[in-house]
């Protein structure tokens, strides 16, 4: 709350001109800026005396405009009465004039530099559209326009242009303004038939810090916002012409009501629209938008108080039907009921089912991979008498390996001297036995144990080896030239790698063009293994794109493989 000493509404009520009706200010400048601002608009009108009076003081009758000032939870809004007003009791007042004000603002000062740098980066890129488009015929700075209507009235925009045979004139908006200089040049303008484009450097789209001269401009242009950021900028200078950022408040339904979301888009002037009845340009015609949702509003609230009004209209009969209805709804419910039993029966006979099968296909896997490996086995149980715990993993069941592997280094073991011989002297072993590529196989899981113990003692390493694993695993198959861990040949596994639609994998895809350089050469690679010539095309492609590159696991695959030196 704000309390007595900062409450700035001094001014309770005023009475409405067109409508007769009382407005209370707590209640009418808490409304949204939508609302209210085009209000501001109309006080500024009528003070200029281009329209009758709208809005004066109940206690006095004198005009009154909307300003704003800060509070104690933000910018707050009220009434005040005009400068120039007679005598009001509960009149608020300032020592300066709004002459003072302005001089003190603008005179005697020189355009800033950033004001200075964004005329001259529209004229430019008026006069790129006017080389290469077209479409432009005509752009000046700060070229004098006289009033058609007045000879004496004249106005300097920072920049004229003619688009398409309409007059356009671009003021830059930079620093604060009174509402009165702005709509006394938007009717200057539309006066001498000339299209008013308000430009900003930034514009705030949360609604507490906008300027009241950012709102003034706003919501006078259609709830329009023309921004030349760095964006734009850049935009304009690729595409030869001017581009704008337009911020503007696309109106949605919710709820049988209207709300606003805020939308961006970067637009050059030709895909504007001008409305050439109040000489205003924009993107995106708000207004039009928003009747077009109020109608589709006041159809649902039809529709739905229609179906209220059929609804109480059945009411009775549906209360006659009611105990009818019940019965049959409770014969469906156990007939229901009845079906949902028998379907669980024979879902858990399914379930049941395919346990079994399940069970005996992880059996016949087991068996296979001990067949497979029975060599392995047999050395196993023969050249070691006591096994490890490291050694005891490969004798846990086929679909356990993985986690044990997991578990046992996460629990901080320390491979002894027995451990590191045994997996030297196996990885060897089924290295040279190797023959078939297999998801699973010994050497593969010698391959991850290998992996876990070079990096057992680097933390950061650990926490990034579940992210990059079939990864290194992959670099592995190059440096071996056999393909462990995966069921592809070596080319499939190179091109599953240089598959742009993947970008994870394809942000990998330099180290795994490092791996094949350094441990098998791309050109031998190329005639032994890349028969048809795609992955050397491949290869081209990427080495002259700019694709983006992973690097955040260098460390821990400089670590694993030190001659790759990535």
């Known amino acids: 709350m704000i309390n007595e000493s900062q409450n700035i509404r001094t001014i309770d009520s005023v009475l409405n001109l067109d ?22 608009e109309k006080c500024q009108d009528a003070y200029k005396k281009k329209r009758e009076p709208f809005l004066v003081c109940e206690v006095c009758g004198q005009m009154v405009q909307i300003s704003g000032g800060k509070g104690i939870n933000g910018k707050i809004k009220y009434f005040k009465h005009l400068k120039d007003s007679k005598d009001c009791p509960i009149k608020t007042d300032t020592k ?46 700060e070229m004098v326009i006289k009033s058609e209507r007045d000879y004496l009235r004249w106005k300097k925009p920072d920049v004229t242009s003619i688009f398409n045979d309409k007059k356009l004139a671009f003021e830059i908006q930079l620093a604060t303004t009174f509402l009165d200089v ?23 789209i949360e609604a507490d810090k906008q300027r009241f001269t950012q709102k003034d401009i706003f919501y006078s242009n259609n709830r329009n916002a023309f921004v030349l950021d760095d964006e734009a900028i850049r935009l304009s200078s690729l595409n030869n012409d001017l581009f704008l950022l337009c911020q503007y408040q696309q109106p949605i339904e919710k709820e049988e009501k209207i709300v606003y979301e805020w939308q961006s888009k970067y637009v050059c002037i030709s895909e504007l629209l001008f409305d050439e009845e109040h000489y205003k ?18 159809k649902k609230i039809a529709v739905r108080k229609n179906e209220e009004k059929l609804f109480k209209e059945e009411e009775e009969k549906l209360r006659l039907k009611e105990i009818k209805d019940w019965e049959e709804k409770q014969r469906k419910i156990k007939a229901e009921q009845e079906k949902k039993h028998l379907e669980e029966i024979e879902r858990q006979q399914e379930l049941e089912k395919y346990k079994t099968q399940r069970q005996n296909e992880i059996a016949a896997e087991q068996n296979n991979f001990k067949n497979k490996n029975a060599l392995f086995f047999e050395r196993l149980e023969k050249n070691y008498s006591v096994l ?60 991850i144990i290998t992996i876990n113990a070079k990096i057992r003692h680097n933390s950061v390493y650990k926490q990034q080896l579940p992210k990059i694993e079939r990864l290194l695993i992959a670099i592995l198959s190059f440096k071996e030239k056999k393909v462990i861990g995966y069921s592809y040949s070596l080319i499939q596994l190179a091109n599953y790698f240089f598959n742009p639609k993947n970008e994870k994998n394809y942000s990998f895809a330099f180290i795994i063009l490092k791996a094949i350089k350094t441990y098998y050469g791309i050109e031998l690679f190329f005639k032994n293994e890349d028969l048809k010539g795609s992955f050397r095309n491949k290869v081209n492609e990427f080495e002259k794109s ?20 990535l």
């Open 546 to 565: 700019n694709i983006s590159k992973n690097t955040e696991f260098n460390g821990l695959i400089n670590h694993i493989f030190k001659d790759l030196k």
């Open 96 to 141: 300066l004039s709004r002459e003072d004000i302005l001089r003190g603002k603008f005179n005697g000062q020189q355009e800033g530099a950033l004001h200075i740098e964004t005329k001259e980066l529209i004229y430019n890129f008026l006069c790129l559209n006017k080389e290469t488009k077209g479409e432009v015929s005509f752009a000046k700075k």
């Open 388 to 447: 490890s715990p490291m050694q005891i993993i490969f004798k846990s069941k086929l679909h356990e390996i993985d986690s044990r592997i997991d578990e046992l280094f996460k629990n901080g073991y320390e491979p002894n001297k027995n451990d590191i011989t045994f997996l030297n002297d196996e990885y060897n072993t089924e290295l040279k036995l190797y023959k078939e590529p297999a998801r699973v196989s010994i050497l593969y899981y010698l391959s």
């Open 182 to 204: 702005i709509c006394e040049r938007q009717h200057f303008y539309k006066e001498n038939q000339s299209f008013i484009f308000w430009i900003f450097k930034k514009f705030e």
């Open 19 to 40: 409508t007769g009706k009382i407005i209370y200010a707590n209640t009418f400048l808490e409304l949204d800026d939508h609302i209210v601002f085009p209000f501001r």
């Open 281 to 298: 340009v924009y993107y995106f015609d708000v207004n039009k938008a928003e009747n077009e949702i109020t109608n589709i509003i006041e």
